[in-house]
């Protein structure tokens, strides 16, 4: 309005001029005044009309006020109201701090942004010289500024600020600052301005009916003070000071439009940016701190923010106590010099601190906690140091809380969403520049908590002590940078209270849920990067860290938090995700600096929990890695694997690794060492390294692994998900090979080089089984596609049993070997040339099994658990393709051992009992020397000496005999180590090569070759389903090969230079449902029990070998079965039998079930010697069977050998020692027919069964899988055929002495004694049923010889004095034999009784001779069958046939009777018989008789009874203790004592008087003349108790030469035709004794006697005259062609016959003298009947006693002799005498019964 001027007046009127004149002035004054006003008036408005385009308007004004005072904007619409403005004194008003106040009502601004769409005004465009001109006006003086500053200050009583349409279109934005004052400052050099606002208060409100009108609300005091300096009219400084701050934030306010409005404007200004808007400065530039001020200080105080969301109503309050920035800027100092390249920085701090934050929910319950937080910057001279401390922060994250708040502020961004512009982003990203100043930087966090809640996840939580940082950026000549990075427990919780803040856990100790401890981390690095181009350094980074107390814990709720956390912070937008993916390939490249890492980690704890499988510690003590470009080292020390199976604590002790109780795993050190330049890594490992391993724990880790494994999966599909990683996979459309190629490279193989110390592996099959492995020094090399490990010694165990025993082991894979190429050569048939190889060798190899001990448990345990874990981890692994070729396999073995132990309570037993046998010969001598001291102190004392004394030195004598026994046991085995070997097989030099082909590889081609090699067995026509297959060409060779049975001299085999070729298949069958059985291994809770399945056919080797030896010995005698016995307990225990039911199968069907194929011999030389006594340890008396030459061929069913055969007698003498039979060219053939239910060869239809499937069959019958397989008996046939001649023939010859058949009868002994059970029955825990032997499976035996020639001698002794010769030509024999078991009676089970019988015997024999033999030498002469020996004719004939048949049953023996013909058990037919006797061959033949009979009586005498009187001369030497030295030589006896010294009880008196009673062969003839004699022989040999026709001999031609002592000449005795029948009787009475009756009768048909009738100068005995055929057989018409032959042809007595000496020619070849006959052709019958005790019991019982005789006392005298055991007549009629005489054994008989003996009869020459 206008103004108005209030009069004044006085009390008192003054004089009217004086007054008229101040009047008139006054008026004047006021006049110029109103118009100056007037003016002023006009000048100001129109100066706003022009200049602000405002209209101004002023209600009324005076000198010092003015009220209504209003500026409106027209086109801003915008309107400034200030009630009154006037002007204070501090003089009038306290409060006012100047003399002069500019004082200001109320001021109210109100704006309206929708008819102004900018904030900003128009740029009002001004020259430079107005500017100018202004810039005067406006300037003030230094002196002016000054006063006004001291007298001035601005002081408005409120501020009320209106904007209209500031978010929507209904908004308003309202402003009200109560007590505002403004006050100045200046010195002259600079104006110091003060702005204080006491109250600002801020609402945004939009219009709404509901109660979310208020957007935002805000409340503070402010105050602000800028010092400005006049010189440079510059900010100099600036100070904010704000307290209470209170700002209320509403949902309204981020939906609304004020946001994106306040960031950048409208969305359409966003999208299209102006084009200079990059050429503007950035704030936050380098250029821009020229205009910061020199001193800037902002505090705020009480600061407190809610924000709220009215639609839910919730809110969050933060309050932060002090908030304090404090910048000061020195520009006069001198400035950093280049601290980017294009600009310098002046010497300034910077300084902010906050204080007491904290962030609160709507339950009050706290979010952010912080204590305090202060940074400092600090610009030097010559560096740039930035401190950062950060002490107790405290954040709780719920995401329940947070997610509508989350919500929010993700709908406000979407609304305020921007479009991408069009350029490209890379375009627009701002550099950071380059900083060429030294910086420091150093920050420190000390007790920082972040909890976090997301959704229904569990709750984790991050925090440490502290953490402190220092960097520096140095740059003098080159870019240094260094860090330290310190952590202090850090800590990652995850769980339900992981939030909740807890106290440290004790040290050692891991709390569940903490995934992750650390406590403490120190990192200490630098990086030096030369300046300049040219450099010819690259750059360098060291690191240096040092972590303790490491502990991770893996589990489902840790990798579903993190992987929660990952997907939050992973970036979703594309455009990110394209600037990571081409920032990878950039990382990937090399940056060619030199580096090198130091890092040490101590106390590591790994944990994985899992829910089913509790949890799994890994402990390291100590984790060392130093690392450089060049190499990098790892080393670990004290690593140990554990399992937690079941957590019920809420914390787990950590210790040292040593000292964790039962761990799966652990090692003392372990390092390793990587060259990247050759790219090889080198791992050693410390002294042990155990694992301990059992199927649960595997369970328990094997669940861990999974757990694991899920978690990384997790967290890979979190960060690179299979959308993305698809594409990565696969290459480029349109790229081939080579370009994918030359993109990139084929990476270089790894060399690898490991060295272990030591390692143990126990792995527990089951709770009672356990297999260890130990190896010491283990060294592994891997060089490109070459591998190598050597060890020097590894050993195996089961059950802690050293089994396994391995020397200098050396392995090797090749991809090719130049050896194997050569290997190949020799094999044809392969089609590969060149294949990896895998390569073993060892020094020595040895296997011992402990005695008893049952290796196929464990080990069927672990073959279990090897199904078990391979369906566990392949069970979805069937790969459709074929697999690759297996590779080649070299074995070499320098020594093999195998051993079985012994049982060392007996090898003690027999070592003590060899002692006490030595002991005993010891105490004897000792007992002989007290005898001889005792009787020779007698002779000295007499009756003196006291019996007292005598007991005395015999008790102490007795006593020192225990003491020395005791002494002897003790150092029993002090020098010689006990014998432990039960059998000890051993190699020397083994190499086994097996190469794989193609042509062999697969299913297919394998059945194949199982079909080639297997072609007997009928092959199934559905075929065969594979389990296991494979087939290799094998190749091998062996030095020498020797098994031995304890410590027995002798080898069981030896073998020496063997060497194997040819092809070897293997096949294991897939069974059928039912030939499965199951196998339960116990896992423990929480699995259970598991079910394997187990194949139960076996594994068959199909083979075709062809082998060469050098020499190849079996020893073998039945002194050796009680070990063998034991031996075959040890082999049972190594293979499980089978879980079928049916009975096992014996040794010989299971090797026809499991071996098939063929395997030649060539033996150099073998040998086979069977010993022949009960000694195991002798080593002389054995039968030694030897071939030369030896081809041996095995196929199935048969063996076949050729070669030349000598069968040899060994004994201790050398005078029984020959060879008496040698076959050579010898072709044997062992044919093997196995008499079956089904075909022998088909052993494909074997179903085995498991015990769940088995079959019903018929009560009281026995399952049997093999039923139609399993042999019943066998039926061999062997073959000798010596008819096949290669090169020069030789004659098979057979030499026997007289102690030949002794020692024959005693070898056959030995070999047929039964032996005793060994180690059965309840005492050994051994009930299995015996064993079948091979001996009692036979069914039948037949044998063959055929031979071209055969000589046979025979001679009575060594020395060759008299002997028989048997020569013969061709010849055939056959015998075939059956054999019986019968069982033996009575309850308790004993062996079968075997019978053998023969059936069926044929021979064919031609042109035989024998010849006796008689020695010129001395008796004692050592020679051999020479020319000097004098060989007479005995006997010869052209062909011999001899056959027998098995016995008859008696209804054929009746029927037989019935015919013409009868049947006979033994048919022998000599055709052309020649027998010549003389005085020579008497004398031979009596010798020859009468050395057996002395050695018939000797063997009879020399009886245990008889052997009672003999006294042993102790003086003898004693047979040598084994383990002790050999005794001293005895001296020799006397040769000057010719006889044997008599005593009545020596020994030798009674063998001499044994000799001496010896039988003399002496033949009485009785002449008894006129006397006539019963013929009672014809009686005797009726023929109607006739059980048995034993024995036909038939003579056909034959002819006898007897030669007189006393005469010459010879007499000829011929008969065409003669029988001799034997034939058993019923037993019959003989006298008062029932005997066996035995009778021979002999029938001789054209029998003629010829005698020489003159003596012929040459006839002599080596020329015999023989009969020609013609004149011997029967006579018959014959045309008569020469005189001779008519005066020959007479039959009468006394005609003349011619002779010939070779009876194979007649006589016109050789003419000889003639001879007359004396007796024509007659007919002869003789009966010989012989009685005996050996009676059968069934026959014997069908016989009646005899009658009484009537007058007993004239019996004949052998009635009354007592032990007649046998008596003889005979009957010659038809040209003989007859003569009746009692049989020579009568006689013997009266004489052995003369000495009270009894014994059976002599044998007979025909029974």
């Known amino acids: 309005g206008d103004g108005r001027l209030e009069e004044a007046g006085g009390p008192r009127l003054m004089a009217a001029p004086v007054l008229g004149a101040l009047l008139g002035a006054l008026l004047a004054l006021l006049g110029g005044l109103y118009l100056g006003r007037c003016l002023l008036y006009i000048l100001v408005t129109n100066w706003c009309r022009r200049r602000l385009q405002a209209e101004l308007k002023i209600g009324s004004f005076g000198f010092f006020w003015i009220h209504n005072l209003s500026l409106k904007f027209q086109e801003e619409q915008q309107t400034v109201e200030i009630d009154s403005i006037w002007v204070s004194s501090k003089l009038l008003n306290h409060e006012v701090p100047r003399y002069l106040a500019l004082c200001?009502?109320?001021?109210?601004?109100?704006?309206?942004?929708?008819?102004?769409?900018?904030?900003?005004?128009?740029?009002?465009?001004?020259?430079?010289?107005?500017?100018?001109?202004?810039?005067?006006?406006?300037?003030?003086?230094?002196?002016?500024?000054?006063?006004?500053?001291?007298?001035?200050?601005?002081?408005?009583?409120?501020?009320n600020i209106m904007v209209l349409h500031v978010a929507a279109s209904e908004s308003l934005w309202h402003v009200q600052i109560t007590r505002t004052c403004l006050l100045l400052g200046c010195d002259g050099r600079c104006a110091a301005c003060e702005?204080?606002?006491?109250?600002?208060?801020?609402?945004?409100?939009?219009?709404?009916?509901?109660?979310?009108?208020?957007?935002?609300?805000?409340?503070?005091?402010?105050?602000?003070?800028?010092?400005?300096?006049?010189?440079?009219?510059?900010?100099?400084?600036?100070?904010?000071?704000?307290?209470?701050?209170?700002?209320?934030?509403?949902?309204?306010?981020?939906?609304?439009?004020?946001?994106?409005?306040?960031?950048?404007?409208?969305?359409?200004?966003?999208?299209?940016?102006p084009e200079d808007q990059e050429q503007q400065p950035s704030l936050m530039s380098l250029a821009s701190l020229q205009y910061v001020p020199s001193g800037v200080r902002v505090d705020l105080e009480n600061t407190s923010v809610v924000l709220s969301m009215n639609s839910q109503k919730r809110h969050l309050t933060w309050t932060l106590k002090r908030l304090q920035f404090v910048s000061q800027c020195d520009r006069e100092q001198i400035p950093l010099r280049s601290f980017t390249p294009t600009c310098d920085l002046p010497q300034m701090s910077v300084e902010v601190v906050l204080e007491d934050g904290l962030l609160l929910s709507q339950s009050r319950q706290r979010i952010v906690c912080l204590n305090m937080l202060q940074a400092s910057l600090q610009v030097m001279a010559i560096d740039i140091s930035v401190a950062v401390t950060l002490n107790t922060c405290i954040i709780h994250y719920r995401h329940q809380e947070f997610s509508h708040w989350l919500g929010l502020l993700a709908l406000a961004q979407q609304q305020a969403c921007l479009p991408a512009p069009a350029s490209s982003s890379s375009s627009n990203v701002r550099r950071m520049p380059q900083i060429l100043a030294t910086i420091i930087l150093s920050a420190s966090v000390s007790n920082v908590n972040l909890s976090v809640q997301l959704g229904d996840m569990l709750p984790f939580a991050l925090g440490f002590h502290s953490v402190s940082v220092d960097y520096q950026h140095l740059r003098p000549q080159s870019v240094h940078q260094r860090a330290v990075l310190v952590v202090d427990h850090f800590c990652w919780r995850v769980g339900a209270d992981s939030h909740i803040q807890r106290a440290p856990h004790p040290p050692n100790m891991h709390m569940w849920g903490e995934a992750l401890i650390l406590d403490s981390f120190?990192?200490?690095?630098?990086?030096?990067?030369?300046?300049?181009?040219?450099?010819?350094?690259?750059?360098?980074?060291?690191?240096?860290?040092?972590?303790?107390?490491?502990?991770?814990?893996?589990?489902?709720?840790?990798?579903?938090?993190?992987?929660?956390?990952?997907?939050?912070?992973?970036?979703?937008?594309?455009?990110?995700?394209?600037?990571?993916?081409?920032?990878?390939?950039?990382?990937?490249?090399?940056?060619?600096?030199?580096?090198?890492?130091?890092?040490?980690?101590?106390?590591?704890?790994?944990?994985?929990?899992?829910?089913?499988?509790?949890?799994?510690?890994?402990?390291?003590?100590?984790?060392?890695?130093?690392?450089?470009?060049?190499?990098?080292?790892?080393?670990?020390?004290?690593?140990?694997?554990?399992?937690?199976?079941?957590?019920?604590?809420?914390?787990?002790?950590?210790?040292?690794?040593?000292?964790?109780?039962?761990?799966?795993?652990?090692?003392?050190?372990?390092?390793?060492?990587?060259?990247?330049?050759?790219?090889?890594?080198?791992?050693?490992?410390?002294?042990?390294?155990?694992?301990?391993?059992?199927?649960?724990?595997?369970?328990?880790?094997?669940?861990?692994?999974?757990?694991?494994?899920?978690?990384?999966?997790?967290?890979?599909?979190?960060?690179s998900p299979q959308s993305a990683r698809a594409p990565a996979l696969r290459s480029p459309d349109g790229a081939d090979e080579a370009s994918v190629t030359e993109c990139f490279p084929p990476k270089r193989l790894l060399s690898l080089t490991l060295e272990l110390s030591s390692f143990k592996v126990t792995a527990f099959v089951s709770e009672t089984h356990y297999l260890s492995l130990a190896a010491e020094r283990v060294q592994v090399n891997r060089h490109g596609a070459s591998l190598h490990a050597y060890c020097p010694g590894l050993a195996a165990g089961f059950d802690g049993n050293g089994i396994f025993a391995f020397k200098e082991v050396e392995a090797q894979a090749l991809p090719e070997l130049e050896e194997m190429i050569l290997h190949r050569g020799p094999f044809s048939t392969l089609t590969t040339l060149r294949n990896r190889v895998w390569a073993l060798s060892c020094a020595s190899v040895a296997v011992e099994f402990p005695y008893q001990y049952d290796f196929s448990a464990t080990l069927d345990e672990a073959l279990g658990v090897q199904k078990w874990l391979k369906g566990l981890h392949y069970a979805g692994r069937e790969s459709g393709h074929e697999p690759a070729l297996?590779?080649?396999?070299?074995?070499?073995?320098?020594?093999?051992?195998?051993?079985?132990?012994?049982?060392?309570?007996?090898?003690?037993?027999?070592?003590?009992?060899?002692?006490?046998?030595?002991?005993?010969?010891?105490?004897?001598?000792?007992?002989?020397?007290?005898?001889?001291?005792?009787?020779?102190?007698?002779?000295?004392?007499?009756?003196?000496?006291?019996?007292?004394?005598?007991?005395?030195?015999?008790?102490?004598?007795?006593?020192?005999?225990?003491?020395?026994?005791?002494?002897?046991?003790?150092?029993?085995?002090?020098?010689?180590?006990?014998?432990?070997?039960?059998?000890?097989?051993?190699?020397?030099?083994?190499?086994?090569?097996?190469?794989?082909?193609?042509?062999?590889?697969?299913?297919?081609?394998?059945?194949?070759?199982?079909?080639?090699?297997?072609?007997?067995?009928?092959?199934?026509?559905?075929?065969?389903?594979?389990?296991?297959?494979?087939?290799?060409?094998?190749?091998?060779?062996?030095?020498?090969?020797?098994?031995?049975?304890?410590?027995?001299?002798?080898?069981?085999?030896?073998?020496?230079?063997?060497?194997?070729?040819?092809?070897?298949?293997?096949?294991?069958?897939?069974?059928?449902?039912?030939?499965?059985?199951?196998?339960?291994?116990?896992?423990?809770?929480?699995?259970?029990?598991?079910?394997?399945?187990?194949?139960?056919?076996?594994?068959?080797?199909?083979?075709?070998?062809?082998?060469?030896?050098?020499?190849?010995?079996?020893?073998?005698?039945?002194?050796w079965d009680p070990a063998w016995t034991?031996?075959?307990?040890?082999?049972?225990?190594?293979?499980?039998?089978?879980?079928?039911?049916?009975?096992?199968?014996?040794?010989?069907?299971?090797?026809?079930?499991?071996?098939?194929?063929?395997?030649?011999?060539?033996?150099?030389?073998?040998?086979?010697?069977?010993?022949?006594?009960?000694?195991?340890?002798?080593?002389?008396?054995?039968?030694?069977?030897?071939?030369?030459?030896?081809?041996?061929?095995?196929?199935?069913?048969?063996?076949?050998?050729?070669?030349?055969?000598?069968?040899?007698?060994?004994?201790?003498?050398?005078?029984?020692?020959?060879?008496?039979?040698?076959?050579?060219q010898l072709c044997m053939t062992l044919d093997l027919t196995w008499l079956c239910h089904g075909n022998p060869h088909d052993h494909h239809s074997v179903v085995l069964r498991s015990p769940e499937f088995l079959p019903e069959v018929p009560v009281g019958q026995q399952h049997d899988s093999y039923r139609a397989f399993r042999s019943e008996n066998l039926n061999l046939s062997i073959c000798m055929d010596l008819t096949r001649h290669s090169g020069e023939p030789s004659q098979p010859r057979i030499l026997l002495y007289s102690s030949t058949l002794r020692w024959m009868q005693n070898f056959w002994a030995t070999w047929t004694s039964v032996t005793r059970p060994i180690c059965r029955g309840k005492l050994f825990d051994n009930m299995k049923p015996g064993k079948k032997k091979l001996g009692q499976h036979y069914r039948q035996l037949s044998f063959t010889a055929l031979f071209p020639k055969l000589q046979v001698h025979y001679w009575a002794s060594f020395a060759q004095q008299r002997g028989i010769q048997l020569e013969c030509a061709q010849g055939h024999i056959f015998t075939r034999g059956t054999q019986r078991l019968i069982p033996q009676a009575g309850t308790v089970m004993r062996r079968l009784i075997s019978e053998w019988s023969i059936t069926q015997m044929v021979s064919d024999l031609s042109l035989v001779t024998v010849h006796l033999m008689a020695s010129t030498c001395d008796e004692n002469a050592d020679h051999r069958l020479d020319l000097l020996v004098k060989k007479t004719h005995l006997l010869s004939l052209s062909s011999l046939t001899y056959q027998r048949h098995s016995a008859r049953t008696a209804e054929e023996e009746l029927l037989s009777r019935d015919g013409d013909d009868a049947f006979h058990t033994h048919q022998l037919?000599?055709?052309?018989?020649?027998?010549?006797?003389?005085?020579?061959?008497?004398?031979?033949?009596?010798?020859?008789?009468?050395?057996?009979?002395?050695?018939?009586?000797?063997?009879?005498?020399?009886?245990?009874?008889?052997?009672?009187?003999?006294?042993?001369?102790?003086?003898?030497?004693?047979?040598?203790?084994?383990?002790?030295?050999?005794?001293?030589?005895?001296?020799?006896?006397?040769?000057?004592?010719?006889?044997?010294?008599?005593?009545?009880?020596?020994?030798?008196?009674?063998?001499?008087?044994?000799?001496?009673?010896?039988?003399?062969?002496?033949?009485f003839t009785e002449e008894e003349s006129g006397v006539s004699e019963q013929l009672c022989g014809i009686a005797a040999c009726q023929t109607d108790d006739i059980f048995n026709r034993n024995c036909l001999i038939e003579l056909v031609n034959c002819q006898m030469v007897l030669r007189g002592a006393e005469t010459e000449g010879c007499v000829i005795v011929s008969a065409a035709k003669a029988q001799l029948l034997q034939c058993q009787h019923h037993p019959a009475w003989y006298g008062d004794t029932l005997k066996q009756k035995t009778s021979w009768t002999c029938l001789l048909?054209?029998?003629?006697?010829?005698?020489?009738?003159?003596?012929?100068?040459?006839?002599?005995?080596?020329?015999?005259?023989?009969?020609?055929?013609?004149?011997?057989?029967?006579?018959?018409?014959?045309?008569?062609?020469?005189?001779?032959?008519?005066?020959?042809?007479?039959?009468?007595?006394?005609?003349?016959?011619?002779?010939t000496t070779d009876w194979n020619q007649p006589h016109e070849v050789q003419p000889t003298q003639q001879v007359q006959r004396i007796i024509a052709r007659c007919s002869c019958r003789m009966y010989y009947i012989s009685y005996s005790h050996d009676i059968n019991p069934e026959l014997a019982a069908q016989i009646k006693p005899p009658q009484l005789p009537a007058n007993p006392d004239k019996d004949d005298l052998l009635k009354k002799q007592e032990g007649v055991v046998a008596g003889g007549h005979v009957y010659i009629g038809q040209g003989g005498r007859k003569k009746e005489s009692d049989g020579p054994g009568h006689q013997e008989s009266q004489r052995r019964n003369a000495r009270g003996r009894e014994g059976s009869d002599p044998e007979q020459p025909f029974s």
């Open 1126 to 1224: 034991l031996i075959g307990q040890a082999v049972d225990l190594l293979t499980k039998p089978s879980e079928d039911p049916s009975p096992p199968l014996p040794w010989w069907d299971k090797s026809r079930l499991l071996f098939h194929g063929n395997w030649h011999m060539e033996i150099e030389q073998a040998n086979l010697h069977q010993v022949a006594t009960e000694d195991p340890y002798n080593t002389t008396e054995n039968m030694h069977w030897e071939w030369s030459h030896l081809s041996f061929h095995w196929q199935p069913g048969q063996f076949v050998f050729k070669g030349d055969l000598d069968v040899n007698v060994r004994t201790a003498s050398k005078y029984d020692d020959c060879c008496f039979l040698h076959l050579p």
């Open 886 to 1119: 297996p590779p080649d396999l070299l074995l070499k073995v320098q020594q093999f051992s195998w051993v079985f132990l012994d049982d060392v309570f007996e090898v003690k037993l027999r070592d003590n009992y060899e002692l006490m046998k030595d002991e005993s010969k010891e105490s004897a001598k000792r007992l002989g020397l007290l005898d001889a001291k005792v009787a020779a102190l007698r002779k000295q004392h007499g009756e003196l000496l006291p019996a007292r004394k005598i007991e005395e030195l015999y008790a102490s004598l007795e006593k020192k005999n225990i003491e020395i026994y005791i002494q002897r046991s003790h150092r029993l085995y002090s020098n010689t180590p006990m014998r432990k070997a039960l059998l000890t097989w051993t190699l020397s030099d083994l190499e086994l090569v097996a190469l794989a082909d193609e042509s062999f590889h697969g299913v297919e081609r394998v059945l194949q070759q199982v079909r080639e090699l297997d072609s007997v067995s009928p092959f199934p026509p559905e075929g065969l389903e594979l389990v296991t297959h494979w087939c290799r060409m094998v190749k091998g060779s062996v030095k020498t090969f020797l098994v031995r049975i304890r410590d027995y001299p002798r080898y069981l085999f030896e073998i020496r230079d063997w060497k194997l070729s040819g092809r070897l298949a293997g096949a294991e069958q897939r069974g059928l449902p039912c030939s499965r059985r199951r196998q339960v291994l116990q896992l423990g809770a929480p699995w259970g029990d598991v079910t394997v399945e187990r194949n139960m056919p076996p594994l068959k080797f199909y083979h075709d070998f062809h082998s060469e030896f050098f020499q190849y010995t079996i020893v073998w005698g039945p002194c």
């Open 1469 to 1563: 037919q000599l055709v052309d018989l020649r027998a010549s006797w003389t005085t020579t061959n008497r004398d031979i033949a009596f010798g020859l008789y009468d050395g057996y009979k002395k050695a018939a009586v000797l063997k009879r005498n020399l009886s245990t009874e008889a052997m009672k009187g003999l006294k042993i001369d102790t003086q003898l030497p004693a047979k040598k203790f084994k383990r002790g030295p050999p005794p001293s030589p005895q001296p020799p006896l006397n040769a000057s004592s010719n006889r044997t010294e008599r005593s009545p009880s020596g020994g030798a008196y009674m063998l001499q008087k044994l000799i001496e009673e010896t039988d003399k062969f002496v033949v």
């Open 1645 to 1699: 048909d054209g029998m003629q006697y010829f005698a020489t009738t003159e003596s012929s100068p040459s006839e002599h005995e080596d020329m015999q005259l023989w009969l020609e055929v013609k004149n011997i057989e029967e006579h018959r018409q014959r045309s008569l062609d020469s005189v001779q032959e008519l005066m020959e042809s007479g039959q009468a007595v006394g005609g003349m016959v011619s002779t």
């Open 195 to 273: 702005v204080t606002f006491g109250q600002v208060n801020s609402k945004v409100l939009k219009s709404s009916q509901q109660d979310d009108a208020c957007l935002a609300e805000l409340s503070l005091a402010l105050t602000v003070s800028l010092d400005i300096c006049m010189s440079k009219r510059r900010l100099q400084g600036m100070a904010v000071g704000i307290w209470g701050t209170h700002a209320e934030l509403h949902e309204g306010l981020f939906l609304s439009e004020l946001l994106w409005r306040g960031g950048g404007g409208s969305p359409e200004e966003a999208a299209d940016p």
């Open 104 to 159: 200001f009502g109320e001021v109210r601004v109100r704006m309206d942004l929708q008819k102004a769409p900018g904030l900003q005004p128009p740029a009002v465009q001004v020259s430079e010289q107005e500017d100018a001109e202004q810039s005067k006006v406006l300037s003030l003086g230094p002196s002016l500024l000054r006063l006004l500053s001291q007298l001035f200050s601005v002081h408005v009583d409120s501020v």
């Open 522 to 719: 120190s990192v200490q690095g630098s990086y030096n990067q030369p300046l300049g181009t040219s450099s010819a350094h690259a750059d360098t980074l060291f690191l240096d860290c040092t972590l303790r107390g490491l502990q991770v814990e893996c589990s489902d709720t840790c990798s579903e938090c993190l992987s929660r956390v990952l997907s939050l912070l992973h970036p979703k937008n594309a455009e990110t995700k394209e600037s990571l993916e081409a920032l990878r390939p950039s990382l990937a490249v090399d940056l060619g600096i030199l580096w090198k890492v130091d890092l040490k980690v101590e106390d590591i704890n790994l944990f994985t929990l899992s829910s089913l499988a509790g949890a799994a510690e890994v402990r390291v003590d100590t984790l060392t890695v130093l690392g450089s470009a060049e190499s990098c080292t790892v080393s670990v020390q004290g690593v140990a694997l554990a399992l937690v199976k079941n957590v019920t604590e809420k914390m787990q002790p950590c210790c040292k690794a040593p000292a964790i109780p039962n761990p799966v795993a652990s090692l003392s050190a372990l390092s390793f060492t990587y060259r990247s330049s050759i790219c090889f890594l080198e791992v050693q490992c410390g002294e042990s390294l155990s694992i301990l391993w059992s199927p649960p724990d595997h369970m328990y880790l094997f669940q861990h692994f999974l757990a694991t494994l899920l978690c990384y999966r997790m967290l890979q599909d979190t960060l």
